[in-house]
């Protein structure tokens, strides 16, 4: 299995636990439905192919989050232990070696990165009800319907992108900027009255 | 003392976009609302600064009157030696989402 693609799913939950290291079934699946409501804001489009359904601990797809996994563990780039997690079994997992090649693109990961660090410190108690729950597919289902994420997406092209700020700052990087000042006396002269 | 304003070619072509999104007869002032925000930014970018992903953003209301006021946005980056302040990105405010905590 190393050396060979991982799907996007496996791919996904392998680089929030390196972000969010030891994090249990619950929280790992709730970073990767925060993920996804992120990046449909803000990129346009989800990260995962989950598609989530409220479940009994909140946004889940079962079968595709544990086919993830098993593939994970398979390869042998993450290890699930068992632990006493507050009086109940937990599953905290480890990610082990590196993943061998990833499609992930740079905004995903930054996305990716941020929600891990953001909330993966939280306990799942916590990240459910001060976070997960007060989104908006949470605000809007009810118990065992699917989630109505694609209500939640970037409904204008001209709204904050992710994309754009990075290309914005290769171009700063590459040298290739402006005054402002002599921009805007072009808009000027372009949106004269 | 103010900080020099630059803009990439991508941000200024985003915020052309922006202005042409709104009617005709109000892009001249909106211009010049933009020009008055930016200035202030330069001025002081850090109090209240808002960020993406660790990177400074300030947004600001668009407002002419007798229009419906607008939200908009900027990405920025500071040079290292303090001196110019580099706009990469200009956006219409997005609504806020997860809960950021």
């Given at each position: 299995m190393p050396g060979s693609a991982l799907t996007r799913n496996a791919q996904v939950l392998r680089y929030l636990l390196e972000v969010a290291p030891g994090a249990g079934h619950t929280i790992l699946a709730k970073l990767a439905y925060l993920a996804d409501l992120l990046a449909r804001q803000h990129l346009g489009h989800p990260i995962t192919g989950l598609d989530y359904i409220y479940d009994k601990h909140g946004p889940f797809d079962a079968s595709r989050f544990y086919s993830a996994l098993s593939e994970l563990e398979r390869g042998g780039f993450m290890v699930r232990e068992r632990a006493d997690v507050g009086g109940y079994l937990g599953f905290p997992m480890q990610p082990l070696q590196p993943l061998p090649d990833s499609n992930l693109t740079d905004a995903e990961r930054e996305i990716l990165t941020w929600v891990g660090r953001t909330y993966g410190s939280l306990t799942a108690r916590e990240l459910c009800e001060r976070v997960v729950y007060q989104t908006t597919p949470m605000k809007k289902a009810k118990p065992g319907q699917r989630l109505p994420m694609e209500d939640s997406g970037r409904s204008d092209p001209l709204e904050f992108d992710l994309e754009r700020v990075l290309a914005g700052e290769r171009a700063a990087e590459e040298g290739r900027v402006r005054p402002l000042a002599s921009v805007l006396n072009e808009l000027r002269a372009r949106h004269h009255k | 003392m103010s900080y020099a304003l630059d803009i990439t070619s991508e941000a200024a072509a985003r915020l052309n976009d922006l202005i042409e999104s709104l009617p005709a007869d109000w892009q001249a002032d909106v211009?010049?609302?933009?020009?008055?925000?930016?200035?202030?930014?330069?001025?002081?970018?850090?109090?209240?600064?808002?960020?993406?992903?660790?990177?400074?953003?300030?947004?600001?209301?668009?407002?002419?009157?007798?229009?419906?006021?607008?939200?908009?946005?900027?990405?920025?980056?500071?040079?290292?030696?303090?001196?110019?302040?580099?706009?990469?990105?200009?956006?219409?405010?997005?609504?806020?989402?997860?809960?950021?905590?």
């Open positions: - | 211009t010049e609302v933009v020009d008055a925000a930016l200035k202030k930014l330069a001025d002081n970018p850090l109090p209240k600064a808002k960020d993406y992903y660790g990177r400074p953003a300030y947004e600001f209301p668009v407002h002419v009157p007798g229009h419906r006021k607008r939200n908009w946005g900027v990405t920025y980056r500071i040079s290292g030696d303090e001196k110019r302040l580099t706009i990469t990105d200009a956006y219409k405010v997005p609504p806020p989402v997860p809960p950021i905590l």
